[in-house]
């Protein structure tokens, strides 16, 4: 059964895979799936023209700690990019997802994946996430019913609203 | 003060709506209590040794009445009839139930009061001076471009969960009196050579378990550019701030870790990024702001005022309160006053419901309904003719809120310590209190001086002991509770850590080890000379000697150990 995914508001069929290394598998000799599938970073450094060669869209996996600034020249290679939150506590991926939007103008998929909870989706559809795995036991109708729209304004510049509260204030 | 407008309330509204949920899913099963826990903290709420503790955030110090009165009743219906005021401007309840938190929070919310941001790995609420807008050495008024950092630290997006809290001190003085020295980031509004504003722009300072004095990113940043230099140092933290150890992810540790030309250096480059974009802020905006903290009312008076020096004259507890709690204003014929939350034998900074109703009454009356929460835990009414001074004085020496001790021993800051909080080594309040019944001659802590003793109940140092000339922290050794002290520790321009004077204590010798302190400083004072001055001049050794005086330690307990 495939997975269950938010995008942009609606709950879909999830149809992408993400490569996962097992112990002792290397990014340099991994097997290459076929089809629509989420490569970690490593892998796509190691392996792009292997990659690109399969002819298929290709997703990327960055992790907490990894820099947008180290593929920003590969940015229009990627149908999707996931960022992980390995807590959601850890919040690296709120400046990943701004820079790359921001700064770097990704307009693929960028969704959100690990431990993603109901309580952290505003702020995440805000630093400019459309796309959301979330938590396998948090309930998705839930989410796309409450989760976005708990405030319906932001003070602050950010990817959703690049001009902030104040120039946007009728006198 | 800044008067919330209609997205302001709504943006609390909303608040309460989603701190409500949360909790009905925590109670329901639906949030774990480890996924619950930050959640709540982002709420202020903690949950503590024998309630949870809420903590209502008072941003840059300053309330109205009606929110105090909400304050009173919130410790009247859902606390035991009294509050605390903490070293950071908020007040802290600490017998609330969770199932009641929802609903106090949407009282507060009634008069614009939230928990917003109050714990948890976020930022925080923003510090200033307590006689920002008023006092005489102000270059420039904080609070305009401080409401405009709650607004914009308000649900950032970005940098809800940080690695680690993040506390952001603004100060617009010749004297710091926000401690801006110690704090993530540390503001100094300070005028260019234009005759433009602009910050001095600190970061990396801090007190708790490393304690940290704070460098300058910038020494020059003109003011539409805060936002933006704020994401940028915010950023270069959130990215690169460590996560796997919460004793090292203070930005402090980043900085230290890089050094402040290579830190300095990437939010630069970063903020290079940011400069001059859409959250720049412009002139309007401000003008929108500085508008709410436009001086009341004033009645153009003469300076000086016959029956406050007559009853100063006539009354020599209120000269002696005067001298301690009045302090000087900007306007001729108005004084600002602190009530003191220090009265002998009570929890520092801890204030009654009575009491609130008490201040709010006397601010409606006499100080355009306005006051101020000072860090030092104490209550300012910034306003005050100096001829109500007489009979504001005596209502609040009624109210137990006029105890003459601002800025002396006895005045000290203390966290509510191991009697409350789950994090506390040790107790601090009956520490204080027993130091309180030692120095209780009125007359003799005139003639002491200033002096800031400062007590913690562990190395969170929330009552800021790093930087009492005297500074007290309580510590665990073997499951017991001792104290460790600290000398030279100081507050403002110089800022500075005090130093450990060697092995700490046991509860019950605090007393006699801080009399014989001070006896060493009125043995070696000269004239004039306050506490620090003879510290400062004859070192900490003398102090040393005293207090350890037939104590075996250091070299004599080495010594002692050779001969076993």
Request: charged share 25%.
């Amino acid at each position: 059964m495939m997975a269950r995914i938010i995008k942009n508001g609606d709950i879909v069929q999830d149809e992408w895979t993400t490569l996962q290394l097992a112990e002792g598998e290397t990014p340099e000799a991994v097997a290459l799936p076929a089809g629509r599938v989420i490569f970690p970073l490593p892998v796509w450094q190691a392996r792009k023209a292997d990659i690109l060669a399969r002819g298929e869209s290709v997703g990327l996996l960055l992790e907490s700690n990894e820099r947008v600034e180290e593929l920003a020249a590969d940015l229009g290679q990627f149908t999707v990019i996931a960022v992980n939150f390995p807590k959601f506590v850890h919040g690296q991926g709120f400046s990943t997802a701004s820079l790359l939007r921001q700064r770097y103008g990704y307009q693929g998929e960028l969704r959100a994946v690990g431990d993603v909870v109901h309580d952290t989706l505003f702020y995440m559809k805000r630093v400019g996430f459309d796309a959301f795995a979330l938590k396998e036991d948090k309930s998705a109708e839930y989410a796309v019913d409450k989760g976005f729209s708990v405030f319906s304004e932001g003070y602050q510049a950010s990817t959703d609203r690049p001009v902030p509260y104040f120039r946007r204030r009728s006198a | 003060m800044y008067r919330y407008d209609a997205i302001d309330r709504q943006f609390l509204q909303e608040r309460v709506a989603q701190y409500r949920d949360q909790v009905r899913r925590f109670q329901s099963g639906e949030l774990t209590a480890d996924e619950f826990r930050p959640l709540r903290l982002q709420n202020g709420l903690y949950i503590q040794r024998h309630a949870p503790m809420l903590r209502i955030a008072v941003p840059y110090g300053q309330l109205n009445t009606e929110q105090l009165r909400k304050l009173a009743f919130v410790a009247r219906t859902y606390d035991k009839g009294y509050g605390h005021f903490t070293t950071r401007h908020n007040m802290q309840f600490n017998w609330p139930k969770l199932e009641d938190t929802p609903d106090i929070l949407a009282h507060l919310a009634d008069v614009n009061l939230h928990s917003i941001q109050t714990s948890g790995n976020c930022i925080r609420n923003i510090t200033t001076d307590h006689f920002s807008g008023v006092a005489a050495d102000e270059v420039i008024d904080p609070r305009p471009l401080a409401e405009i950092l709650r607004q914009w630290s308000t649900f950032h997006p970005e940098f809800a969960f940080l690695p680690r809290k993040f506390k952001i001190a603004i100060s617009g003085t010749r004297q710091d009196r926000a401690v801006t020295w110690f704090h993530d980031i540390g503001l100094h509004l300070v005028e260019g050579k234009d005759g433009e504003t602009g910050f001095r722009v600190l970061a990396g300072g801090g007190l708790g378990r490393t304690p940290i004095r704070g460098e300058v990113v910038r020494e020059y940043l003109p003011w539409q550019h805060i936002l933006t230099y704020c994401e940028a140092i915010l950023r270069v933290y959130n990215r690169y701030g460590r996560r796997d150890n919460p004793f090292k992810a203070r930005i402090k540790i980043l900085v230290q870790a890089l050094g402040m030309e290579e830190f300095s250096r990437q939010v630069e480059e970063e903020w290079a990024h940011l400069k001059d974009g859409p959250a720049t802020l412009t002139q309007a905006e401000f003008d929108r702001v500085a508008a709410h903290f436009e001086p009341p009312a004033y009645e153009t008076l003469p300076a000086d005022d016959f029956s406050f020096e007559q009853h100063k004259h006539d009354d020599t507890a209120f000269a002696k309160w005067a001298t301690r709690c009045v302090h000087a204003h900007k306007v001729p014929g108005y004084a600002a006053i602190t009530l003191s939350l220090k009265k002998h034998g009570h929890n520092p900074g801890d204030i009654t419901a009575d009491q609130m109703d008490v201040v709010a009454d006397l601010a409606d009356r006499y100080s355009f309904g306005e006051l101020r929460v000072s860090h030092e835990q104490n209550v300012i009414l910034t306003d005050v003719k100096k001829s109500d001074l007489y009979t504001v004085w005596q209502t609040a020496r009624a109210a137990g809120l006029a105890t003459p001790n601002t800025g002396l021993l006895t005045s000290i800051i203390c966290c509510p310590g191991g009697d409350l909080c789950d994090l506390a080594n040790a107790k601090s309040t009956p520490i204080a209190k027993a130091i309180q019944a030692r120095f209780d001659d009125l007359d003799y802590l005139f003639d002491l001086g200033e002096i800031d003793l400062n007590i913690s109940g562990c190395m969170n140092a929330c009552g800021h002991h790093h930087v009492g000339n005297i500074g007290i922290l309580g510590v665990d050794r073997n499951e017991a509770e001792f104290y460790q002290v600290t000398l030279g520790g100081r507050q403002g321009n110089n800022a500075q850590l005090g130093k450990v004077i060697g092995p700490s204590f046991a509860a019950e010798e605090m007393p006699d080890v801080v009399d014989k302190i001070i006896q060493v400083f009125v043995a070696h004072r000269h004239a004039d000379e306050t506490f620090l001055d003879t510290l400062d001049r004859i070192g900490i050794a003398p102090f040393k000697d005293r207090v350890y005086e037939g104590r075996a330690h250091g070299a004599s307990k080495k010594a002692e150990r050779k001969v076993a």
